[in-house]
């Protein structure tokens, strides 16, 4: 089992402010994703990382970034938020095991931009 | 790409009733189905999990099983109780790929 971290877990902010989630795995795992999620809705994929310096785009566009300098470590920053960025977000690591990609989630760390 | 159909999105049963969840996906070289129940205010977290070599996986009142002409999967869950009461999502990978295709999700609310 892996241990995710996000901080903060409940954040509201004013827009056009800059935020960073944090997030963190104890686990040493190399992969590690972000999803954005509407409450009880789809799991959307806005970033995912192979590795330390590697950062790739998800399937949905955001107009957040990550950056992956340490295995552990994987932030999501928005530079300026808008009442649109409020959602939930969700950081994940993964590990292969004799199944497969086991991905394992973090709390989640919920946003409303005011 | 591949594509996860999940059904339904909503499902209501009393206390003590089994519930089944359904997901259909696209991509025959998919071999890893795994579920993830996710309760209120909290992360997605893995119940259970299947390969494609395995029909059938099951642990206490959870089963899934695995049909792999048909490329459906569906999870089972016996002698529902109030704290099953989740959104469950279904979820669809091949081997050397890190990104799952997920369902959905479906609700279940379980009355006592």
Redesign the interface.
Known sequence: EAD?YQTPRYLVIGTGKKITLECSQTMGHD?MYWYQQDP????H?IH?S?GVNSTEK?DLSSESTVSRIRTEHFPLTLESARPSHTSQY?C?S?E?TR??????????SWLTVV | GENVEQHPSTLSVQEGDSAVIKCTYSDSASNYFPWYKQELGKGPQLIIDIRSNVGEKKDQRIAVTLNKTAKHFSLHITETQPEDSAVYFCAASKGGSYIPTFGRGTSLIVHP
């Open positions: 995710i992969k009880g809705m789809e799991l994929l995912y192979y998800g969700l994940a993964s292969y199944s497969g990609n086991t991905i394992y989630f973090g709390e989640g």
